[in-house]
């Protein structure tokens, strides 16, 4: 499984950004999904979570209430819509796949990575 991600970008605060993750392999579709970020000096840190049918989303309680994260396995696509940006949501954004550990809130657990893409929030 190879994933994608993009749609980052600079936005001011308060602002909306819809970041993307394209995957290839049929098996992407039996996978949960995750985005993690990592901020300037920071270290990974989960971001949101759903199953491989698109259920049970979790998210990290600084985000609560202001990302969604959804999946189209037709299209083989994952997203993470973001509203009320904030500055400390500054941070490259990855999207992970297949969750192999025994904890979905810490980046070893998954598998397969994509590259990042950076979401900068301006004050």
């Known amino acids: 499984v190879q994933l994608q991600a993009f749609g980052g970008g600079l936005v001011q605060a308060g602002g909306s950004l819809r970041l993307s993750c394209a995957a290839s392999?049929?098996?992407?579709?039996?996978?949960?999904v995750a985005w993690f970020r990592q901020g300037p000096g920071k270290d990974r840190e989960f971001v949101a979570r759903?199953?491989?049918?698109?259920?049970?989303?979790d998210y990290a309680d600084s985000v609560k209430g202001r990302f969604t994260i959804s999946r189209d396995n037709a299209k083989s696509m994952v997203y993470l819509q973001m509203n009320d940006l904030k500055p400390e949501d500054t941070a490259v954004y990855y999207c992970?796949?297949?969750?192999?550990?025994?904890?979905?809130?810490?980046?070893?657990?998954?598998?397969?990575w994509g590259q990042g893409t950076l979401v900068t929030v301006s004050s």
């Open positions: 392999g049929r098996a992407f579709r039996s996978y949960s």
């Open positions: 759903v199953t491989w049918s698109g259920g049970a989303p």
């Open positions: 992970a796949a297949q969750f192999v550990g025994s904890n979905y809130y810490v980046s070893g657990s998954w598998r397969y």
